[in-house]
């Protein structure tokens, strides 16, 4: 069968966008192939900085001929529906249509298509010009005297050639003509922009990427990387090195270079003062070069690095390596700077007197320094949630009441807290952005701070994704929590909510990064309750302004974060005083209770995503969660629990008596029938009646104390013993008896059942 080769050559495709593009190309075609009516056995993209291309193998020759009916109305239908039906069908006039006719139905129209099979080439022709100029690139230019005109190319980069050939193995293959903007197809390619500039002829694609081989291009973008990374390793190896390796720069340079030439430069040992993480960067960001340390040394860098070229020099590379070890140098000047001038006096010392006392810093410190500057300058974190020292101060108020809850100091915590956006002035970071905490961590342990508080300084940031690792330090726990729980309580406040594909602030992310560290760090923690402390600063921000869209911010706030009055009241004695929380109690919206329903309503969102990638059945973890649940981690406990025991016979028993008994239970109540209040034993006449009353109770108090021990596999064994008592109930007694009184007193019983199993879960959402 004829296979199909296409090759779109341009300018320099920026490297970041070449993988994708290339998939784009073949879901592009091969859509669009199939839709003609043509099918291929196999298609394979390929991508070089200069170049897109596709091999499709196995494609028809011809699309088939289709013959196809399409029914239509009723020959006595009004004329609206007739004309509808002639549109659909592509007919000119009702004359077109056969009259088929039906013994139950009548007569109707029918129309009979036929539509003849294309060559593929003609369908190839037509496709490709299309998906040229409709081509999803994030980014694209117009160049030369054509782009002036309306509608003109428009390609990532200049598109200079294309190349498509069809045709079986067994015969010469032919050109797929078209022309898009003065380009027209051919079997011409060209290779190496240096070292084979000049036009290559080809047929099908495996002599295209032999020649192409032969002109120092290497077609395959995964082949280049396994190219780059193997003489890497060997390099570095012989000069008694390892390669610090890096999967994003790999992928990155193997979108610089057609032909890749691997060598290694040098800068002075003088550098290696500044920490690895900073010379890594600088390296990798200014010269897309990959750094290396001594064999068996750690993290400890050697001063040499591994640099790819895209062309054979004749001296061996020498030049290309000097060049890019002059640049090296430069920057890394650059970086000793910045990592000197963040360990000296910030020249507004004198100026944070007042910053200083209100966080506790010491600025003899350089750190303290840098965090009371950013107090100093104001900078801004939000418009309307205030300064980056404003949102420090409640970040460290919460971590010191988180402190307690997940086993560390809050004197710690509070520290961590308040040295935590502290290096987003320093210069290293200002020159590195991804450094922020890295860095901070760095200049804490330099100025002697405890290792936990350094810890928390650089994780409190994590995890920022689903396969960045959770903090496990508890300060840095309690940190990182604080941090995310304020952007939420903040940013829902000022109802700036994610919606739909839209998150600017990343709030889904931050709301995954508290689920997971409750979860995996296996910390019971009160969600409304930790709101508190922004709560609180909102207040004090009220009390300071005098402004009233504070109040009613912080209305919103104190709300969102207490599931009772009397936490409420609480917050406003301690703010207010007694008169106070009397004059303001009233003015609290109602509409605040609901929005604190709304963020747990995002968390629970949030935990079910989790919990459905790690395995776990959605009704389940529906059946568990409550709208004011607010300790992720037992719901957890329970969904796991609760797993368990329908895996088990008593549990399947006890699930489908349950379901029986809120099914009766829902029917008689939509009914609207009278549900005794209590059961009263005097009632019973049945021996089944009394055990299953024993029997509830007993599940009642054995459940509700495992509970309240968080025992929840014990409370699944306690809801057992309901498996047997329950079966013969409903084997052995008529729930509508015809005496009022005893018919009522058995449904309650019903109900006493599900009130037992609704302690641990709502079974009715349980699928089975």
């Known amino acids: 069968m004829p296979d199909l080769l296409l090759e779109l050559r341009s300018e320099e495709i920026p490297a970041r966008m070449q993988r994708k593009a290339a998939g784009d190309l073949r879901k592009m075609l091969t859509d669009g192939l199939v839709e003609a009516g043509l099918t291929y056995e196999a298609a394979r993209e390929y991508w070089t900085p200069r170049r897109l291309a596709l091999d499709i193998r196995g494609l028809t020759a011809r699309s088939k001929d289709i013959h196809e009916e399409i029914k239509g109305p009723s020959t006595t239908a009004p004329e609206q529906a007739v004309q509808g039906f002639l549109r659909k069908a592509g007919l000119a006039s009702v004359a ?67 190349l498509c050939t069809f045709g079986p193995e067994t015969e010469e293959p032919v050109v797929v003509d078209f022309e898009i903007d003065g380009i027209r197809s051919s079997n011409i390619t060209y290779g190496h922009r240096f070292h084979a500039p000049d036009a290559i002829t080809v047929r099908r694609f495996d002599d295209y990427s032999t020649k192409l081989e032969a002109a120092k291009v290497v077609l395959d973008g995964d082949r280049r990387k396994e190219i780059i990374l193997a003489d890497a390793r060997n390099l ?118 007042a910053s200083a006392e209100k966080f ?41 009441e988180l402190a307690p809850i997940v086993g560390t100091n809050p004197a710690l915590a509070r ?32 100025q002697g701070e405890h290792p936990s508080v350094a810890a928390a300084i650089e994780e409190h940031y994590k995890p920022q994704g689903p396969s960045d690792r959770v903090p496990t330090d508890p300060v840095s726990i309690a940190v990182a929590l604080a941090d995310k729980l304020d952007t939420l309580v903040g940013f829902w406040a000022i109802d700036e909510k994610p919606t739909g594909s839209k998150d600017p602030y990343a709030l889904r992310r931050a709301a995954l990064g508290v689920v997971r560290i409750l979860i995996e760090d296996g910390a019971n923690v ?12 909102a207040y004090m921000k009220f009390q300071r302004e005098g402004s009233r869209p504070y109040l009613e911010a912080a209305d919103r706030l104190a709300s969102a974060g207490l599931a009772t009055t009397t936490y409420r009241a609480e917050i406003y004695d301690r ?41 776990a059945r959605h009704d389940l973890i529906d059946a568990v969660i409550t709208p004011q649940a607010d300790d992720l981690l037992q719901i957890v406990r329970r969904v796991e629990a609760l797993g368990s025991f329908l895996d088990t016979e008593d549990g399947k028993n006890l699930l489908a008596g349950t379901k029986r008994a809120a099914n009766i239970l829902a029917a008689e109540e939509k009914k609207k029938t009278t ?62 008896d015809e005496d009022q009184s005893v018919r009522a007193n058995r449904l309650a019983l019903l109900a006493r059942i599900r009130a037992a199993t609704d302690r641990v879960a709502d079974f009715s959402k349980i699928a089975g």
């Open 96 to 162: 077109e249509a056969h009259v088929h006719s039906d013994p139950k139905k009548g007569d109707f129209y029918v129309a009979h298509i036929s539509k003849p099979g294309r060559a593929a080439e003609e369908i190839i022709a037509e496709l490709v010009p299309g998906i040229i100029r409709s081509f999803p690139w994030p980014t694209s230019m117009r160049w030369g005297p054509a782009s002036a005109a309306p509608g003109s190319l428009r390609w990532v980069r200049p598109l200079q050639s294309i």
């Open 236 to 353: 570095a190896f012989a000069n008694g090195l390892d390669l610090v390796e890096d999967e994003g720069l790999l992928e990155e340079v193997s979108g610089l270079v057609e032909w890749p030439v691997v060598l290694m430069g040098e800068f002075e040992q003088d550098f290696l003062a500044i920490p690895a993480e900073v010379i890594r960067l600088t390296i990798r960001a200014n010269q897309k070069c990959f750094v290396t340390r001594p064999q068996g040394a750690g993290e400890n860098l050697s001063n040499r690095f591994i640099l790819t070229a895209n062309i054979e020099a004749k001296d061996g590379g020498k030049e290309i390596a000097h060049g890019n070890g002059k640049v090296v140098r430069a920057r890394l000047s650059d970086a000793l700077y910045f990592w000197k001038t963040d360990q000296g006096d910030v020249p507004d010392l004198g100026d944070l007197k």
């Open 360 to 400: 506790g810093l010491d600025l003899n410190k350089p750190l303290d320094q840098r965090m009371a500057r950013l107090d100093h300058l104001g900078v801004t974190f939000h418009a309307k949630l205030g300064t980056q020292g404003e949102r420090v101060e409640r970040i460290a108020r919460l971590a010191e």
């Open 415 to 446: 520290r961590a807290a308040v040295l935590a956006k502290a290096d987003l002035t320093t210069e290293v970071v200002g020159e590195f952005p991804e450094l922020q905490g890295a860095m901070g961590r760095k200049y804490a342990l330099l």
């Open 526 to 537: 009160s969600l409304l309750r930790s709101m508190m402390s922004p709560i609180l600063a």
């Open 575 to 615: 703010l207010l005083g007694q008169s106070g929380r009397e004059a303001f109690a009233e003015e609290t919206p109602e509409m605040a209770w609901r929005l604190s329903l709304d963020l747990l309503s995002f968390f629970h969102d949030r935990l079910k995503v989790y919990l459905r990638d790690q395995g």
């Open 675 to 736: 549900i005794a209040e209590n059961v009263e034993p005097a009632l019973f006449r049945e021996d089944a009646e009394k055990s299953l009353f024993a029997a509830v109770n007993q599940a009642e108090s054995q459940a509700g104390e495992a509970i309240q021990n968080e025992d929840f596999s014990g409370a699944m064994l306690a809801l057992s013993v309901l498996r047997e008592p329950v079966d013969s109930f409903f084997e052995q007694v008529l729930v509508n």
